[in-house]
């Protein structure tokens, strides 16, 4: 560690600004990211005039912080900032070197990281957790009222949209958005052996394909693409 002097607990978020040459909104909208992301303590407001005189609201960062946000903005201005807090302390304290803080700031980064991937990682056990007890729920004997089977599905999205089954079931099966089932329901043909089907509420499957259709982009002809759909579909919009 180096050894220097002037105490000085806080930079503005103007400062890291004007440290990386970066507009002040983008550092402190980098700044806001970082402590909603539990990075760094979310900084106080203070108020400062700027070259022209106007009064500014900026963030007070304290310096393990600042660290972290010039890293993640523009680490190869580290130096600047350690050069920087030599400059601005009042009393003999420790400074770390450029290498220590560059690594101490991504570490934090690194840390963070890791604990986003971790809670995805729970997040997608309880949605398998979920989607296994939805599989389990009770098979009802017969079809509920205003829900369709994807064989209904797919004759009544044709006729709104020409949608091929292909498309219809690809919808329903690798957009985010797609219904969930209503229920499952027992098949009651003799070949069936008491399989069931998936239904889906009608008003569901509605809502599903109009958002999917909104955002389909014109290709040639009756041709469409949708960033979910491989290669190119026929589709009729009705203007």
């Known amino acids: 560690?180096?050894?220097?002097?002037?105490?000085?607990?806080?930079?503005?978020?103007?400062?890291?600004?004007?440290?990386?040459?970066?507009?002040?909104?983008?550092?402190?909208?980098?700044?806001?990211?970082?402590?909603?992301?539990g990075i760094i303590q979310h900084p106080p407001l203070g108020e400062v005039k700027n070259h022209l005189?106007?009064?500014?609201?900026?963030?007070?960062?304290?310096?393990?912080?600042?660290?972290?946000?010039?890293?993640?903005?523009?680490?190869?201005?580290?130096?600047?900032?350690?050069?920087?807090?030599?400059?601005?302390?009042?009393?003999?304290?420790?400074?770390?070197t450029t290498a220590e803080a560059f690594a101490q700031a991504f570490r934090m980064l690194a840390d963070a990281e890791q604990r986003e991937v971790q809670r995805e990682q729970r997040l997608n056990l309880i949605d398998a957790k979920v989607e296994r007890i939805e599989a389990a729920q009770i098979v009802l004997s017969a079809r509920p009222a205003n829900s369709e089977s994807i064989v209904h599905i797919r004759k009544r999205i044709w006729q709104l949209y020409g949608l091929s089954d292909a498309t219809i079931d690809a919808v329903m099966r690798q957009s985010p958005y797609a219904p969930k089932p209503a229920g499952m329901v027992k098949n009651e043909h003799a070949e069936a052996e008491g399989a069931a089907y998936a239904v889906y509420w009608k008003k569901d499957v509605t809502a599903t394909f109009e958002r999917f259709v909104a955002e389909c982009r014109h290709s040639a002809g009756k041709l469409y693409t949708h960033p979910y759909i491989e290669g190119r579909f026929k589709l009729i919009k009705h203007e």
């Open 1 to 37: 560690m180096n050894m220097l002097a002037p105490r000085h607990e806080t930079m503005t978020s103007q400062e890291i600004a004007d440290l990386l040459e970066k507009r002040h909104d983008k550092v402190k909208q980098s700044i806001e990211r970082l402590a909603e992301r």
């Open 53 to 96: 005189g106007q009064t500014v609201e900026v963030y007070q960062v304290k310096e393990r912080d600042s660290y972290v946000v010039v890293a993640q903005l523009s680490p190869e201005f580290t130096a600047r900032l350690v050069d920087y807090w030599q400059a601005h302390k009042n009393q003999v304290t420790q400074i770390p």
